[in-house]
């Protein structure tokens, strides 16, 4: 069974930062696609950043410049690091993967997710 574990969400003032890690276990399959999602009060899940195995990354405008996704050197650790965080950045983090495939897949695996607030 496929497991992410989303850790290092917090509290922070506007302009801080914080670095969100994900840890991912019990693959049957390989995964080629990881990324993280956020969903505020009120608001629909989006998706805000995804990395495939090569590198390669994608960004939501609204964080482009301010956020870097990247993996573990194990390739089973996920990571964000979010700088010049904004209070509308406040949300739930969902750490995600393609289990089995690339990131021409819908996402099929999901963490518990973890609360980042940033206050003004």
């Known amino acids: 069974q496929v497991q992410l574990v989303e850790s290092g969400g917090g509290s922070v003032q506007a302009g801080g930062s914080l670095r969100l890690s994900c840890v991912a276990s019990?693959?049957?399959?390989?995964?080629?696609?990881k990324g993280w999602f956020r969903q505020a009060p009120g608001k629909e899940r989006e998706e805000v950043a995804r990395?495939?195995?090569?590198?390669?990354?994608t960004y939501a405008d609204s964080v482009k410049g301010r956020f870097i996704i990247s993996l573990g050197n194990a390739k089973n650790t996920l990571y964000l690091q979010m700088n010049s965080l904004q209070p509308e950045d406040t949300a739930v983090y969902y750490c995600?993967?393609?289990?089995?495939?690339?990131?021409?897949?819908?996402?099929?695996?999901w963490g518990q997710g973890t609360q980042v607030t940033v206050s003004s």
């Open positions: 995600a993967a393609v289990v089995g495939g690339y990131c021409d897949r819908p996402f099929n695996s």
């Open positions: 019990g693959y049957t399959y390989s995964s080629y696609c």
């Open positions: 990395i495939e195995t090569d590198g390669d990354t």
